[in-house]
C-alpha cells in the first residue's frame, strides 16, 4: 500500500498509454481480458497491432459483450498468433467458436477462483476494466467480482483500463489498489454493453403464468439467463406476491422493475437487506440503479453459487431455461449436439441450493418444441439427450421442468414415473412416440401409468 498523499505520484509513475502497456505481452504468455462488463477495449485493440510478432498467446475470458468480435480475433481470424478461450459463450462467441478461433473453458462457475488460482497453469498478464481511483487509492471493478481475485492474485502482470462509466458497485472483494497494479491506462470510456430482454413469446407467457402461481410470499429469487426468467420476475412485479429477497448469480433488469413496485424487502435469513449478485447485465437503468447504491451487494462467484449459501435463505426459488431434457430428467442447457452454446454457469448449483432451501424450489424450463432449419419440428423433450449433448443438470438433480404444456416435478419419482410426468408436458404431437421410444427403452410400459 501507498501512503495516501502519496497516490498522485504513484499513480503518475504506472500511467500508460495502451499500446505501451500491452508491450509486455510476450509469446506463450496466457492473457485474462477481463470480465462481462470489464472486458478490456482499448488493450485489446493494441495487443491487435502486435499480432505478426505474437505466437502462442491464450486469451480467456467470459461473455464477449460488445457489439464486434475482439480485435485480436479479427486480426488473427484463423488463431495462427492467438488462442481464444471463453468460459461462457456470448453470440460473438458462438460465432467465433464455429469459425474455429473460439473454444470453451468446461467449469462450474463457482469454482472458477479456484480454478484461475490453482488448475489454469499462471496468468502472465492480467488486463481488466475498473472504475477511476477514489481518493483512497482504489479501482471499483464495477458490476462483476465473479472470479477476479483467484485471476489477479496469480497474475504475474496486472492492467487497469480505467472507464469514467463504471458504475460503483457496492460490495466485497469488489476493489483492486493501486499498490496490486502494475499499469494504469486510461481508455476512451466506452458504454457499457446493454443486454436487453428478449421481448417475451405466448409460449414463454404460459410457462411463467405456470411459475408465478407456485412463488408465494417472502421467496428469495435467482433469474437465470435469457428472456424466460426476467419476464417471470416483471409478472412478479405486476403480482400480489411481495416481501421478496434476491440472491443470484446474475443481476437483471426484472429485480429493478421488482424493487420499484415494492416488491423486494430483503428479508431474508443471509445478508439481510441486500441485493445479492456477483455479475450484472442489462439496460442502462440497470447499471445507473447499481451504480454507489447501498442496498445491492456484489460478492465472488464462491460465495454467491455455493449450495450451502445459497441454502441458508429459505423458500429459494430458482428459475433458468434449458435446451433440452431426456426421459430420465436430463437436462442439457448448454450445447446443440455439437455445438457449443452456453457455459455451464451456476444452474446446477442454485438447482440443489433451491432443492435444499427450506420450500426451496427450481424450475427449468423449455418450450415444448424446437422448429429446424429445414422447417421440420423437433420434440425438445426427448427419449435420450442426442450425442454430443451435455448434462447440465444430472437426473438426480432435477426438480420442476416446465413447457407450455405444464410442470413435471421429478423430485423422487421413479424412471418410468418421471417419463410418463414427462411425457405429459411433451407436445401432443410427439407423445405416442415418446410413449413407444420409453417403452423400447424399457423404462415405461401401459401397466405402469401414474394412478395418483
Known amino acids: 500500500m501507498f501512503k495516501v498523499a502519496n497516490l498522485s505520484a504513484e499513480y503518475a509513475k504506472k500511467l500508460v498509454t495502451s499500446d505501451q502497456a500491452v508491450k509486455v ?10 470480465l462481462f462488463n470489464a472486458l478490456v477495449v482499448d488493450l485489446d485493440r493494441a495487443l491487435a497491432k502486435r499480432t505478426p510478432e505474437l505466437n502462442d498467446v491464450i486469451i ?49 462457475f463457482r469454482e472458477n477462483p479456484k480454478y484461475w488460482s490453482e488448475n489454469v497453469g499462471g496468468i502472465d498478464v492480467a488486463m481488466l476494466q475498473v472504475a477511476p481511483m477514489d481518493k483512497y487509492g482504489n479501482f471499483n471493478l464495477g458490476p462483476q467480482v465473479a472470479e477476479y481475485w483467484g485471476i489477479l492474485e496469480k497474475a504475474k502482470v496486472v492492467i487497469v483500463e480505467v472507464n469514467k462509466n463504471h458504475p460503483i458497485a457496492h460490495g466485497y472483494q469488489n476493489t483492486i489498489n493501486l499498490s496490486q497494479i502494475t499499469y494504469v491506462v486510461e481508455g476512451s470510456n466506452p458504454a457499457l454493453p446493454v443486454i436487453k430482454p428478449k421481448s417475451p413469446s405466448e409460449i414463454d407467457k404460459t410457462i411463467g403464468q405456470l411459475i408465478v402461481e407456485k412463488i408465494g410470499n417472502g421467496s428469495t429469487l435467482q433469474l437465470g439467463v435469457g428472456g424466460l426468467p426476467n419476464y417471470v420476475g416483471a409478472m412478479l412485479a405486476d403480482s400480489d406476491i411481495g416481501d421478496l429477497s434476491v440472491h443470484s448469480e446474475m443481476f437483471v433488469d426484472a429485480y429493478l422493475k421488482l424493487y420499484m413496485e415494492g416488491k423486494i424487502t430483503g428479508n431474508k435469513n443471509l445478508d439481510k437487506g441486500k441485493m445479492v449478485y456477483t455479475f450484472a447485465q442489462g439496460s442502462n437503468e440497470l447499471y445507473e440503479f447499481i451504480d454507489d447504491n447501498p442496498i445491492l ?48 454457469g451456476g444452474q446446477l448449483d442454485f438447482v ?101
Not at 480467456?60 to 480475433?73: C, D, F, G, N, R
Not at 479479427?74 to 478461433?101: I, M, V, W
Not at 456484489?298 to 429459505?314: G, K, L, R, T
Not at 441450493?353 to 427450481?362: D, E, I, L, N, V
Open 25 to 34: 505481452v510476450k509469446s506463450g504468455d496466457r492473457i485474462h481480458y477481463g
Open 60 to 108: 480467456m475470458t467470459s461473455i464477449w459483450a460488445y457489439p464486434e468480435l475482439p480485435q485480436v480475433l479479427q486480426a488473427d481470424p484463423e488463431a495462427k498468433h492467438f488462442k481464444y478461450l471463453s468460459t461462457h459463450f456470448s453470440g460473438l462467441d458462438r460465432k467465433a467458436n464455429k469459425a474455429g478461433c473460439c473454444w470453451a473453458i468446461p467449469v462450474q
Open 297 to 344: 451487494c456484489v460478492a465472488p462467484v464462491d460465495y454467491v453459487n455455493a449450495v450451502e449459501v445459497i441454502a441458508a435463505n429459505d423458500k429459494v426459488v430458482s428459475i433458468n431455461s434449458c435446451l433440452q431434457v431426456d426421459l430420465f430428467g436430463q437436462v442439457n442447457s448448454e450445447s446443440d449436439g455439437l455445438q457449443h452454446i452456453g457455459g455451464t
Open 352 to 452: 440443489m441450493g433451491a432443492f435444499k432451501s427450506q420450500g426451496g424450489q427450481s424450475f427449468l424450463c423449455t418450450p415444448s418444441t424446437r422448429v429446424n432449419k429445414d422447417g421440420s419440428k423437433e420434440s425438445l423433450i426427448m427419449p435420450m439427450l442426442p450425442q454430443g449433448s451435455i448434462v447440465s443438470v444430472p437426473r438426480g438433480g432435477t426438480h420442476h421442468i416446465v413447457t407450455e404444456y405444464g410442470m413435471a416435478n421429478l423430485k423422487g419419482k421413479s424412471t418410468w414415473e418421471r417419463s410418463e410426468l414427462l411425457i405429459n408436458i411433451a407436445h401432443p404431437d410427439f407423445r405416442e412416440e415418446l410413449i413407444r421410444n420409453a417403452e423400447e427403452m424399457g423404462i415405461w410400459k401401459n401397466t405402469s401409468k401414474i394412478t395418483y
